[in-house]
C-alpha cells in the first residue's frame, strides 16, 4: 500500500475478505496459514464479521462471504451508473431484432429488480414491466436467469419462500419444478420463459458477468409466440449472448 494504514485492524480484514474472495470457503486455519496474520487476530475479526453478516460461518465450519456484502457491492455498482454503461448496448440489440422490448434487471438480497427497459418503437403491443418494479422470480426468464445464478444457499433460502400461484397453464408451480428449471439454465447458460407469466409472451435471458466472473445481472429480449418461434429463437438466444458478453468487455472501458 502506498501510505501508511492508521488502523491495522482494517488492512487485517480486508486481507481476510481478499484471501475468502479468492477461495470461497476456507477454515479458520487456513485463513490463518493463507493471510499470515496472528491466530488471536484473525479469531476476533471473523467473528465479528459473522455478526455482522459480512461472513457467514457453515456447518461444516468453513468460512464465506455473506450477504452484507453483496448488499454493499450492489450500491457500489450503482454508483457505478450501470444504466449509463449498458443502455448502449441494449439500444443497440432492440434494433437487431423483431422484438417488444429489452430489460436488464439485477438481484437485491432476495428480491429482482427491472433496471433499464428499452420498448421497440415498433410495437403496438404494452408489457407491464417498468424500471424499479419488482421481478417475478418464477414466471419470467429474467428473474429465473438472476435466480440460477445465485450462491447455492442463497437460491435455496430463496425458492422456499417464492408464492408459485400459477399466471397461465404454462406456469412452474413447484419449488421442486424451479430447482429442475435453474439447473437446466446454468447448463445451457440461457433462461426461457414460453408463455409462463403471460400465454402470449415469450422470452429468453442470459447473464451477465463482470471482468471477475461474477454475475452482476442479466439481459432479457420479450417477444410473442408469433415472433419468436422454435426456429428463431437459437439466433434470438446468441444475439443476447453476445450483448452480454459485450457489456463485460465493455466494463473495462
Not at 417498468?130 to 445464478?149: D, M, Q
Amino acid at each position: 500500500m502506498s501510505s501508511k494504514i492508521r488502523v491495522p485492524a482494517l488492512e487485517r480484514a480486508l486481507r481476510i475478505l481478499e484471501v475468502l474472495q479468492k477461495n470461497h470457503r476456507c477454515t479458520i486455519s487456513e485463513i490463518i496459514s493463507l493471510t499470515g496474520l496472528p491466530r488471536s487476530s484473525v479469531y476476533v475479526l471473523v467473528d465479528d464479521m459473522v455478526k455482522l453478516r459480512l461472513l457467514r460461518q457453515n456447518s461444516d465450519k468453513t468460512i464465506q462471504l455473506w450477504m452484507k456484502l453483496v448488499a454493499l457491492g450492489n450500491s457500489a455498482s450503482e454508483s457505478l451508473d450501470l444504466k449509463e454503461i449498458i443502455s448502449p448496448y441494449l439500444d443497440r440489440l432492440i434494433t437487431s431484432i423483431d422484438c417488444l422490448a429489452v430489460h436488464f434487471g439485477i438481484m437485491d438480497d432476495d428480491k429482482a429488480f427491472y433496471v433499464l427497459k428499452k420498448t421497440s418503437p415498433k410495437t403496438g403491443m404494452r408489457i407491464m414491466s417498468r424500471e424499479g418494479a419488482e421481478i417475478s422470480l418464477v414466471h419470467t426468464a429474467l428473474g429465473k436467469c438472476l435466480l440460477a445464478y445465485q450462491e447455492a444457499t442463497q437460491r435455496e433460502n430463496i425458492i422456499r419462500t417464492l408464492d408459485y400461484t400459477p399466471a397461465t397453464a404454462n406456469s412452474i408451480t413447484t419449488p421442486e419444478a424451479l430447482r429442475k428449471e435453474l439447473a437446466s439454465i446454468h447448463l445451457r447458460g440461457f433462461s426461457y420463459d414460453n408463455g409462463e407469466g403471460g400465454l402470449e409472451i415469450r422470452c429468453v435471458a442470459v447473464p451477465v458477468f463482470d471482468l471477475d466472473s461474477h454475475l452482476i445481472g442479466a439481459i432479457s429480449i420479450v417477444g410473442t409466440i408469433n415472433k419468436f418461434t422454435t426456429d428463431k429463437l437459437s439466433a434470438i438466444i446468441e444475439k443476447a449472448k453476445k450483448t452480454a458478453l459485450q457489456i463485460t468487455s465493455g466494463l473495462m472501458m
